[in-house]
């Protein structure tokens, strides 16, 4: 037993040794220095057809200054002016969903997932090359309902919002960066 230890452990140090093809560089051509966002367009549905707000105010704003913070955190682009910016990204804000996600036993809502989905496109601004494109990237959140669960795990719809916010930034950057 030892000795299967011993060749084990001995094998996880050849592993690391060798290096498991992990960077923190990106994928983005070395060509590509400043980004410029563009202010997004909203084309979200205001009611849904039972007359039930389905929007939060200025949601296409918050998304777009999101993005651009974790493109600032991230550090690969760095911003510029659109008439001197590498690349361009265009948003559209196309939906917001809110779903419920899990039940009691009494078929209550106890939880909900929040969806924002945007169409993305990002262009070389030079020749309008596009560089990718993204019909409908999503971020998501999710919350439970207060009175279903204790009050210290209970959250909000803003709250679960600012969390589909963040993650949809997050996917932009790792979707530009890494191009995965």
Known sequence: MKRLMGFLIALGFLSAAAGCGYTTAGALPSNYHTLWVKN???KVQFTTDVGQSNYFPLLEVKAHD???RRF?????LKGAHEDSADLILTGVLKSYEKKPLRFTDNEDVQEYRV????ALELTERETGKVVWTEPSFTGEGTY???????????????GAVDL???DLANRVVERTIENW
């Open 164 to 166: 589909a916010i963040q």
């Open 72 to 76: 600032l955190f991230d550090g690969h």
């Open 66 to 68: 999101a993005i651009i």
């Open 40 to 42: 997004f367009e909203n």
């Open 144 to 158: 439970l309902l207060q009175g279903t669960v204790s009050p210290n795990v209970a959250g909000s719809e803003q």
């Open 115 to 118: 969806y924002i989905t945007v």
